[in-house]
Nanobody, 118 residues
Framework: QVQLVESGGGLVQAGGSLRLSCAAS????????MGWSRQAPGKGRELVAA????????YYADSVKGRFTISRDNAKNTVYLQMDSLKPEDTAVYYC???????????WGQGTQVTVSS
């Protein structure tokens, strides 16, 4: 089992940037693929980015491609989501996730709120 704690959310104006962090504890961090999902009010959860165990492969949803960057530091047991050129439609609760592959993310954090004002 792995425990995930997100941080870095907040309120930002459209066009601004935020960097989310997710600290992991438990089993060896490098054995997990990691990802970030989000859920806006009244909508389903959307996987926005994922990264392989080594960091060599990444996935981005079309809605964030070119604006968001996922990265990981296995020495610090942390995964990051750099969010640039933020839009009001990026407003959501962002969740960190872990799993055995980018397609099977089954462990979730508590989430951090990101609000983008227009």
């Amino acid at each position: 089992q792995v425990q995930l704690v997100e941080s870095g959310g907040g309120l930002v104006q459209a066009g601004g940037s935020l960097r989310l962090s997710c600290a992991a504890s438990g089993r060896t961090f490098s054995s997990y693929a990691m990802g970030w999902s989000r859920q806006a009010p009244g909508k389903g959860r959307e996987l926005v980015a994922a990264i392989s165990r080594s960091g060599g492969n990444t996935y981005y949803a079309d809605s964030v491609k070119g604006r968001f960057t996922i990265s990981r530091d296995n020495a610090k047991n942390t995964v990051y989501l750099q969010m640039d050129s933020l839009k009001p439609e990026d407003t959501a609760v962002y969740y960190c996730a872990a799993g055995t592959s980018m397609a099977t993310l089954v462990y979730w954090g508590q989430g951090t709120q990101v609000t983008v004002s227009s």
